[in-house]
């Protein structure tokens, strides 16, 4: 079994990755937006960690790619 995983090419690694990061992200977007913000001095778009989530998705997904 572990011979075989290692004659996988290294896109599928890239590809799992990837995935695995987008479901993360997809799970935080489900959680509800008071849930966000909850203890939260205001209710501020900044404040919303879905969209840093998001954001640093989108790096962590550049990175996997170039790399």
């Given at each position: 079994m572990i011979e075989y995983i290692y004659s996988l090419p290294l896109?599928?690694?890239?590809?799992?990755a990837?995935?695995?990061?987008?479901?993360?992200?997809?799970v935080a977007w489900f959680l509800?937006?008071?849930f966000i913000i909850q203890g939260a001095p205001?209710?501020?778009?900044?404040?919303?960690l879905r969209i840093w989530a998001t954001l640093l998705t989108a790096v962590q997904i550049?990175?996997?790619?170039?790399f």
């Open positions: 896109v599928y690694a890239k590809i799992s990837m995935i695995i990061f987008l479901s993360m992200l997809a509800p937006l008071n205001d209710t501020k778009r900044w404040r919303d550049i990175i996997y790619y170039i």
